[in-house]
């Protein structure tokens, strides 16, 4: 009876440590430049490659940038949240442990990273994966 137990926590152990998945957090790791804008007044704007304005994410680390000079910088994390628009759960960005102000979700669809504000007016925005 001990050697079954023995040998079913070696297979759970095994199979728990060989399914584990990479978080959105990791998945993000690189430097992201903008491609697009758009909603609340400003409709759609377009972003063409090297236009310099970009997001850096390393570990829980963060810095915004514009053509290099760092603009915002302090560490994230990124918590369930349910969005008042739509109702969805979905990854909340926590700047600086700062829960104030609109709150701000990111999603990543392959080569992209989005970010949209919780607000009817507001818009959001769409990098890509440059490094």
Same mark, same amino acid.
């Given at each position: 009876?001990?050697?079954?137990?023995?040998?079913?926590?070696?297979?759970?152990?095994?199979?728990?440590?060989?399914?584990?998945?990479?978080?959105? @957090?990791?998945?993000?790791?690189?430097?992201?430049?903008?491609?697009?804008?758009?909603?609340?007044?400003?409709?759609?704007?377009?972003?063409?490659?090297?236009?310099?304005?970009?997001?850096?994410?390393?570990?829980?680390?963060?810095?915004?940038?514009?053509?290099?000079?760092?603009?915002?910088?302090?560490?994230?994390?990124?918590?369930?949240?349910?969005?008042?628009?739509?109702?969805?759960?979905?990854?909340?960005?926590?700047?600086?442990?700062?829960?104030?102000?609109?709150?701000?979700?990111?999603?990543?669809?392959?080569?992209?990273?989005?970010? @949209?504000?919780?607000?009817?007016?507001?818009?959001?925005?769409?990098?890509?994966?440059?490094?």
């Amino acid at each position: 009876m001990l050697k079954r137990l023995s040998l079913f926590l070696l297979i759970s152990m095994i199979t728990i440590t060989a399914c584990k998945k990479e978080t959105l @957090s990791g998945k993000m790791n690189g430097t992201w430049e903008l491609r697009a804008e758009y909603g609340g007044w400003i409709g759609t704007i377009q972003y063409p490659a090297g236009n310099g304005q970009t997001w850096v994410f390393n570990g829980s680390d963060y810095q915004r940038k514009d053509n290099g000079l760092v603009l915002e910088s302090g560490y994230f994390i990124l918590v369930k949240d349910t969005m008042r628009l739509t109702g969805r759960i979905s990854d909340r960005l926590i700047l600086n442990d700062s829960y104030n102000g609109l709150p701000m979700f990111v999603s990543l669809n392959n080569d992209r990273l989005s970010f @949209s504000l919780d607000a009817v007016d507001a818009g959001g925005s769409e990098y890509q994966k440059i490094q």
